[in-house]
């Protein structure tokens, strides 16, 4: 399976689910995240798609490290297993704030 079979999963069930997953490029800031996912209620993650057993390469993991620094919440997935369980793991969690 391929990163980009990963990422269609992500925006389908994201969709599927309420929420966005925007295309996230930042020109000239190089290892960003592929994905800006956005749920209701100000849920919001960035999203570092990898084909399976694929790991980030070190800028990747420079720039996750900054935006955890901020308390944001960056995600590595690598499945459409991973994918299922972001998403169920949400709608438990937007399911729990009504």
């Given amino acids: 399976m391929r990163e980009r079979?990963?990422?269609?999963?992500?925006?389908?069930q994201v969709k599927k689910a309420g929420g966005k997953a925007y295309k996230f490029e930042s020109p000239g800031n190089d290892g960003v995240p592929d994905r800006l996912v956005v749920f209701p209620g100000n849920r919001i993650?960035?999203?570092?798609?990898?084909?399976?057993?694929?790991?980030?390469?070190?800028?990747?993991?420079?720039?996750?490290?900054?935006?955890q620094g901020?308390?944001?919440?960056v995600l590595v997935i690598d499945s459409k297993e991973q994918v299922d369980t972001f998403v169920w793991e949400e709608l438990c969690v937007s399911r729990h704030l009504k």
Avoid: A, D, M
């Avoid at 079979?5 to 389908?12: A, D």
């Fill in 5 to 12: 079979e990963i990422e269609t999963y992500l925006r389908e």
């Fill in 45 to 67: 993650y960035f999203v570092e798609l990898k084909r399976p057993g694929g790991k980030p390469r070190p800028l990747q993991v420079k720039k996750i490290s900054e935006l």
């Fill in 70 to 73: 901020f308390n944001c919440r």
